[in-house]
């Protein structure tokens, strides 16, 4: 089975400060996605990466940067957290790099981060 | 740009039928994808339709209708654990990335 693990379920982090989001992947898959959910929002993707090094902004990239170093491997970071940051952060992966049968993504069981 | 929408939430009894709908708005079009979440769960994957027609897979059934840029979720014999929220997914693109909707929050009763 595909298991993809995030570093934290709960991190409190207060205005300002640097915070990391590590997502681990074991099934080599290619590609890894940050998506933060908000309640009525849904999924909103932040960044996705589609091979070591690369990376890609999705719908709301702005105070997020990403880092894939390692193919299994896909950090989040808020370079200087603020409140309105406050959320449920969710990495997921999937196999291949186009839409297809393929494209289903795994997700993991989510960060929720609180920012005060 | 792209976009989805589904009805924000639906109540349905125990042993009913519920259909909850998706109407897509893309660029190009992959195919529509079906997750579940519970709460304080991940979304998992639920069903893809890439071609027009229903997709069944035991109690859950999914259907697409290109031409009319609509699919929806057919969950038969409701069960308490069936409720959860459901979203609709669409590629974004050629790499991967899947557009969401805001997900249907369906509220099974006893």
């Known amino acids: 089975d595909v298991k993809v693990t995030q570093s934290s379920r709960y991190l409190v982090k207060r205005t300002g400060e640097k915070v990391f989001l590590e997502c681990v992947q074991d099934?080599?898959?290619?590609?890894m996605f940050w998506y933060r959910q908000d309640p009525g929002l849904g999924l909103r993707l932040i960044y996705f990466?589609?091979?070591?090094?690369?990376?890609e902004k999705g719908d709301i990239p702005e105070g997020y940067s990403v880092s894939r170093e390692k193919k299994e491997r896909f950090s989040l970071i808020l370079e200087s957290a603020s409140t309105n940051q406050t959320s449920m952060y969710l990495c997921?992966?999937?196999?291949?790099?186009?839409?297809?049968?393929?494209?289903?993504?795994?997700f993991g069981p989510g960060t929720r981060l609180t920012v005060l | 740009g792209q976009s989805l929408e589904q009805p924000s939430e639906v109540t349905a009894v125990e042993g009913a039928i519920v259909q909850i709908n998706c109407t897509y708005q893309?660029?190009?079009?992959?195919?529509l994808s079906w997750y579940q979440q519970h709460d304080g769960g991940a979304p998992t994957f639920l069903s893809y339709?890439?071609?027009?027609g229903l997709e069944e897979t035991g109690r859950f059934s999914s259907f697409l209708s290109r031409s009319d840029s609509y699919g929806y979720l057919l969950l038969q014999e409701l069960q308490m654990k069936d409720s959860a929220s459901y979203f609709c997914?669409?590629?974004?693109?050629?790499?991967?990335?899947?557009?969401f909707g805001k997900g249907t929050k369906l509220s099974v009763k006893p």
């Open positions: 997921a992966s999937s196999l291949l790099p186009s839409g297809g049968a393929g494209n289903e993504q795994f």
């Open positions: 099934m080599d898959h290619e590609n």
């Open positions: 990466s589609y091979d070591v090094k690369m990376k």
């Open positions: 893309t660029s190009g079009f992959y195919g």
């Open positions: 339709n890439a071609l027009d």
């Open positions: 997914a669409v590629p974004g693109g050629s790499q991967g990335n899947l557009i």
